[in-house]
């Protein structure tokens, strides 16, 4: 009877093991499989600097700024961003001349560039830090 129940304790055990080593694999993959790479190339884009899984909200990593970029809680804007301190319409960076301005819409919050208050359209260069509410972007231009 005790090698009947250490038999079948041994593969149960051996279960456990394969069904704990699958579930990380999978986790692995689905991690890789959500990552955002930022290629090379002359570009300018927004990095995400605060962690995604403290966020309450969904939110990407990279933002890829064209022409124009917008954010705010609307869902006509470029980075929609579910947060209760980013207004509906809270600020837009604008490329003029291959130089790129941060213009803040008017928000109830602000916008803060690399920890001071905004008011006017402002120069970005390579580095700056954009904080919205409880979100900091990195700026970061390739061109």
């Given at each position: 009877m005790f090698n009947i129940l250490s038999l079948?304790?041994?593969?149960?055990?051996?279960?456990?093991?394969?069904?704990?080593?699958?579930?990380?694999?999978?986790?692995?993959?689905?991690?890789?499989?959500?990552?955002?790479?930022?290629?090379?190339?002359?570009?300018?884009?927004?990095k995400l600097i605060n962690r995604k899984d403290s966020l309450p909200?969904?939110?990407n990593e990279h933002y890829s700024i064209d022409e124009e970029l917008s954010l705010g809680r609307r869902g006509d804007n470029d980075i929609v961003i579910k947060d209760p301190y980013v207004s509906k319409?809270?600020?837009?960076?604008?490329?003029?001349?291959?130089?790129?301005f941060l213009?803040?819409?008017?928000?109830?919050?602000?916008?803060?560039?690399?920890?001071?208050?905004?008011?006017?359209?402002?120069g970005l260069k390579n580095g700056d830090i954009i904080k919205v509410g409880n979100i900091e972007f990195l700026f970061v231009n390739k061109g």
């Open positions: 079948l304790f041994k593969y149960i055990f051996i279960i456990i093991i394969y069904m704990f080593i699958f579930s990380i694999i999978r986790l692995i993959y689905l991690d890789i499989k959500g990552m955002d790479f930022v290629g090379s190339g002359d570009y300018a884009y927004l909200f969904k939110i319409n809270h600020f837009q960076i604008i490329e003029d001349e291959e130089s790129y213009e803040d819409l008017s928000s109830a919050n602000g916008t803060y560039l690399n920890g001071e208050l905004i008011g006017d359209a402002v």
